[in-house]
């Protein structure tokens, strides 16, 4: 995958670590609370399907899309 889209492959590495992160926090929070982490499962999940299944052009619309966030902040 890495190896198709060589000029994103540090923005796939980084989008696939956070959407994983949240994966890993999604299922502590299940874990320890009961509820509560399902919304952090499925922005993982999506994250790192977008990393996985996105084409090219896909994957730049979306890291567009969520750059618009960073500068509301």
Do not use: C, H
Not at 36 to 61: D, H, P, R, W, Y
């Amino acid at each position: 995958m890495f190896d198709k889209y060589p000029e994103q492959k540090q923005a796939r590495k980084w989008v696939g670590a956070f959407g994983v992160a949240l994966l890993v926090l999604g299922v502590f929070l299940i874990v320890i609370d009961g509820t509560g982490g399902g919304l952090s499962i499925v922005m993982g999940s999506g994250l790192v399907l977008l990393v996985l299944l996105a084409n090219e052009k896909q994957f730049a619309k979306t890291i567009r899309v969520l750059g618009w966030f960073d500068g509301l902040s």
